[in-house]
């Protein structure tokens, strides 16, 4: 997560959406950084509206912009499952290279979920049930789009690095999980056929 002060800009780091480049280009010029731990770095819109906002709101007597950035669902997943396939990987139960990606879907679709398969949703990190969500959100796929309104908003050249990009790997889905994934997660979704959509009018 990311604050800029002076321009009452707030930066939401959504999980596997190139958060890691975007922090690393945008560090120097943010007021405060969070980077660590994964919790505090990926500050959902409900903790941030519930618990940050009312305190940066109160020192600065005005409400920040609130802005992330939103992945294609299945890419997103298919994003997790080649990231949990790293040999490196310390954690065993989070592990998928014993996995297909049909079966990492599925095990996500399951409930209870499986640890490897906890990842959460975007749509809830993103536009919560209760209280607000993320004022303006751009496409993980039209990323020149945020770098152009971050240079706007920013008054500045930014360049986004290649960091923490997760492996090749195979991500054949059935017909059968596909449709299930989509009627299970129809809010993201959802969610990211409206951002195509907004782009389009």
């Given amino acids: 997560m990311l604050v800029f002060w002076k321009q009452r800009l707030v930066y939401l780091a959504t999980p ?20 660590r731990p994964p919790e505090l770095k990926h500050t959902s819109a409900y903790r941030y509206w519930r618990y940050l906002a009312p305190y940066l ?32 990987e310390l954690r065993p139960d989070r592990s998928t290279a014993h996995l297909s990606f049909d079966e990492f879907v599925q095990a996500y679709l399951s409930d209870p979920q499986p640890e490897f ?10 536009v919560p049930d209760q209280g607000p969500g993320v004022d303006r959100i751009f496409r993980y796929d039209d990323m020149g789009k945020f770098v152009e309104f971050l240079e706007d908003r920013l008054d500045c050249e930014i360049t986004l690095p290649r960091l923490n990009v997760s492996p090749e790997g195979a991500l054949d889905l059935s017909a059968e999980t596909e449709a299930r994934l989509r009627e299970v997660c129809h809010r993201d979704f959802a969610l990211y056929e409206a951002l195509k959509a907004q782009e389009l009018a």
């Fill in 16 to 35: 596997k959406t190139g958060s890691t480049a975007i922090e690393s280009a945008l560090e120097p010029l943010a007021s405060v950084v969070i980077q």
């Fill in 57 to 88: 709101q109160k020192a600065a007597d005005e409400d920040f912009m609130v802005v992330a950035v939103m992945r294609e669902p299945l890419d997103w997943l298919g994003s997790w499952y080649r990231y949990r396939q790293r040999k490196e």
């Fill in 117 to 126: 398969a906890r990842v959460g949703s975007q749509a809830r990190f993103l």
